[in-house]
């Protein structure tokens, strides 16, 4: 008995037990197929191609990369990095269609500055000129158009860009749901930048600024179509700042990028595909403020699907991850910085979590939006 | 979150994990159905098939009342919101369900007006905003969700409200399990109750599979613990003979149900004669449609409804992997031809459907703990 | 049909005694509770919700036995193992 006892596992002991042979082959046929380029089956254009999950990426790839081809598009990053001059400046654009356009937090207008900004500075430009071009509709109060130009205002003052170019359009009552917003955006990438998420590599630390879900969870409410009052707001913000100061502190930064539609869980499923590695995060590290959770539990969504509009998401090399965690801890937008996962070798294109409850299980794009359940 | 947090405590898992592994015995192999299919979503989610070991094989089941809607159901539907006027309102989950032309979206992109509603107290509010359209709203759901249906149609008749219809699809839980015991491909050794469906039909319904079938049942929480608690349960009475009705989710589901929500349903709704299931064919006495009382909030009466008979497409297997006879892998076009960018059945669209969880969630290698450790645990 | 969310009554709201407010981990929805009209929940108490609805009052008493067994067998489970490990001693 004693022997026994002298060689009885460990009390958490596990094994690793390869699924079954059949189980096993249709598993690798199953990635064999999601390898292969994505057909656009559809004939018309439905929600869920604009809600940054499988289906927009699929449209992307169908329609505008087939047409535009190019090596400068090909990377399909955040932002475009292009030689002019002697210099490397970085190209955006991005439309902004939220509905409502007031809600806690801010304003259309906010966005459209933000999230420009932040699309160059996390491609390791710094942000220096914007466009704005207005879709305006008929009927629309010239009250909310001035509100709205004024935060435009305040946050390109915040963000140090100055909007240099625009344009403005007025279509008939129906169309354009007040305001729609275009903007695009230039900033200067320094000398040996080169950030992309085809840089991640395992051992790899990745990192998230703060809470997420906030914006998401805020638009969802401010429609009012679901009677669910919250102290929550947008996280929309300008990140120029918060990433001068992490690549000032941290040379070891691969890629960063800002969480909008399609949340975290898109960004890592993005990194994933594009360097060939796995993805592993834990659920307990994850930062989401009590309120968003528990919108989200009572919605039945994922806060890591769910859209931010000031939060990064940085692949660091994992011997500086605490640096970079001091730093972006260092500024007030970073203050809930966490370390979230890490990159491994295996298994490659997949994104897993190991849950609160110790289980790991795969966070896979979404196809559209994450739709409320029921079930 | 208060009743939640505390039923996600790992700690808690592993002593529960090496009990249940205790309760095995050497050389048997177990097969579990979870009706519900919130708890195929939660055993996904949770990666607890992590916490079992390799003898105890849990089954899905067809608690999946998205999972069941035959296609003609979601034409119909899609036939309704046709109509001039009319502003169909549904539940997330099935939006993105096929029918033969296409789901929800496809429809709104070709026209429609299909708005996602979270309850159907939201689609009433939509007939009072909006007097000049008739408003319809798509009931889906087992017995959980069909007081919630038959409250809003009291409201609306008590306040007046004639714009508002529903096109009623409420199934009932007993027929489908019912159908799983008599089926001939299948031999399961107990049941994971449903949980909420519980909180309304109460747990005497289920007698009858302990006493005529000899199968035990454990009406089960949604947590990760709740449902590690019941296959030990499970297991414990596997293990001393028994077969009963054990009620787990105590905290919740009262054992004699809610007779105001019984009440609510008995007023509004009848039981239809029968009703075509996905994959499990015609069921008798099945599933709800609204009473001739209630005959002017029926969708299917104030509008005409095609209800043609939709076959599910030849590759699609939906029907044996509701009726546990088939992993979701071993469905022959999971994951090529059906994901759930392209699905092509139900159970890949539905969040809680079995394919939809283990292509999500599960595909991934597994880890498990080992055979019962060779040391006799006493019992509690 | 499964979704169902605790929360925690905050009030009723007044003239409409079928719709209460209740409060998720922060976040404040009206629901109809009509269902539980046999014994309305009081402030303080917490339901099960479901689509709008309160389906059923959650019971305090059975939540605290239940992670009490849960508790129970995490400790019998480490006392269980102490004691393997002191048997080994010998």
Redesign the interface.
């Known amino acids: 008995m004693t022997q026994q006892l002298a060689s009885t596992p460990p009390p958490r002991p596990r094994r690793v037990l390869p699924p079954g042979e059949r189980e096993q082959q249709v598993l690798d046929r199953i990635e064999r197929a999601r390898r292969r380029r994505p057909k656009l089956r559809e004939e018309r254009i439905t929600m869920s191609h604009g809600a940054g999950g499988k289906a927009t990426h699929t449209l992307i790839e169908a329609i505008f990369l087939d047409a535009f081809r190019n090596p400068l598009l090909e990377p399909l990053e955040d932002a475009a990095r292009l030689q002019v001059g002697g210099a490397t400046v970085a190209l955006t654009t991005d439309s902004f269609v939220v509905s409502p356009l007031f809600f806690p937090g801010g304003n259309i207008g906010d966005l459209a500055v933000n999230g420009t900004v932040n699309d160059l500075a996390v491609a390791g430009a710094t942000p220096m000129y914007l466009s704005a071009g207005f879709i305006l509709e008929e009927g629309f109060p010239v009250a909310d158009l001035t509100r709205i130009a004024e935060s435009m205002r305040d946050a390109a003052a915040a963000a140090g860009v100055a909007v240099v170019t625009g344009d403005t359009k007025v279509v008939e009552k129906g169309k354009a749901d007040g305001c729609y917003i275009n903007t695009a955006g230039v900033g200067a990438v320094a000398a040996g930048v080169d950030l992309g998420v085809a840089n991640a590599r395992p051992g790899d630390k990745i990192l998230v600024s703060g809470p997420i879900g906030d914006h998401g969870v805020t638009i969802m409410l401010a429609r009012g179509e679901l009677d669910i009052e919250a102290d929550v707001e947008s996280d929309t913000a300008s990140l120029a700042d918060l990433v001068a100061g992490l690549l000032g502190a941290v040379p070891g930064v691969r890629a960063l990028r800002d969480a909008t539609r399609g949340g975290v869980a898109t960004i890592l499923n993005e990194v994933a595909k594009a360097a060939d590695v796995g993805v592993l995060i834990s659920e307990n590290a994850i930062p989401v403020r009590d309120q968003v959770r528990g919108a989200a539990e009572l919605l039945g969504i994922d806060p890591l699907y769910v859209a931010c509009e000031g939060r990064l998401v940085a692949v660091v090399d994992g011997d500086q991850a605490a640096q970079a965690l001091a730093a972006l801890r260092a500024h007030p937008l970073g203050a809930q910085a966490a370390i979230i996962g890490e990159v491994t070798a295996e298994p490659v294109g997949l994104v897993t979590i190991k849950t609160t409850f110790g289980g790991t299980r795969i966070v896979d794009l979404l196809v559209g939006d994450p739709l409320p359940r029921i079930c | 979150m208060r009743f939640v947090d505390e039923f996600r405590d790992a700690d808690k898992a592993h002593a529960l994990s090496a009990r249940i592994a205790a309760l095995c015995e050497p050389g048997r192999q177990y097969k579990l159905m979870e009706v519900c299919g919130g708890h195929t979503h939660t055993i996904y989610k949770h990666g607890l098939e992590d916490y079992l070991p390799e003898s105890i094989t849990l089954v899905h089941g067809p608690g999946c009342p998205v999972c069941v809607i035959p296609m003609g159901r979601v034409d119909d539907a899609i036939h309704l919101a046709s109509q001039p006027d009319v502003i169909m309102t549904s539940f997330g989950d099935m939006m993105r369900v096929p029918g033969s032309n296409g789901a929800f979206f496809d429809a709104n992109a070709r026209g429609t007006t299909i708005k996602m509603v979270y309850s159907p107290l939201d689609s009433l509010k939509i007939a009072k905003a909006n007097p000049g359209k008739r408003v319809v709203f798509m009931a889906i759901g087992f017995e959980t969700t069909a007081p919630s249906t038959a409250m809003t149609v009291l409201r609306a008749r008590a306040q007046g409200i004639e714009n508002f219809s529903v096109f009623c699809n409420h199934v009932t839980i007993i027929p489908a399990i019912k159908a799983i015991l008599d089926s001939p491909d299948l031999r399961l050794d107990g049941f994971i109750g449903p949980g909420h469906v519980s909180t309304v039909i109460g747990c005497r319904p289920y007698e009858f599979i302990a006493r005529s079938y000899g199968k035990p049942v454990v009406v089960a929480g949604f947590e990760p613990l709740d449902i590690l608690q019941s296959i030990y349960m499970l297991m414990l009475q596997l293990r001393e003979g028994r077969s009963e009705v054990e009620n787990q989710y105590s905290r919740v589901v009262p054992w004699d149900g809610n007779p105001v929500a019984l009440k609510a349903i008995g007023e509004t709704m009848e039981l239809r004669p029968y009703f075509e299931w996905r994959g499990l064919g015609f069921i008798s006495h099945s599933a709800l449609k609204m009473r001739e009382a209630y005959a002017d909030f029926d969708a299917e009466l104030l509008f005409e409804v095609p209800g043609v008979r939709v076959a599910d497409p030849k590759a699609c297997q939906c029907g044996e992997v509701l009726k546990g006879v088939l992993k979701p892998w071993e469905c022959k076009v999971f994951g090529t031809a059906c994901t759930p960018e392209t699905p092509i059945g139900t159970c890949m669209v539905s969040p809680e459907g079995a394919c939809a969880a283990y292509y999500n969630y599960g595909r991934l290698n597994r880890q498990r703990v080992p055979e019962a450790i060779s040391i006799e645990l006493s019992r509690p | 049909?499964?979704?169902?969310?605790?929360g925690?009554v905050i009030e009723f709201l007044p003239e409409q005694p079928d719709l209460a407010r209740v409060n998720?981990?922060?976040?404040?929805?009206?629901i109809?509770v009509?269902?539980?009209?046999?014994e309305p929940p009081e402030p303080g108490e917490?339901v099960?919700?479901?689509?709008?609805?309160a389906?059923?009052k959650?019971?305090?008493a059975?939540?605290a036995?239940?992670?009490e067994?849960?508790?129970?067998?995490?400790q019998?489970?480490?006392d269980?193992?102490a004691a393997?490990r002191d048997?080994?001693i010998?």
Do not use: T
């Open positions: 049909m499964c979704l169902g969310i605790p925690e998720v981990s922060g976040v404040r929805r009206v109809n009509g269902l539980l009209s046999d917490w099960l919700i479901h689509v709008g609805f389906l059923s959650i019971d305090e059975e939540a036995a239940a992670l067994f849960l508790e129970g067998i995490g019998a489970y480490e269980e193992l393997l048997s080994q010998e």
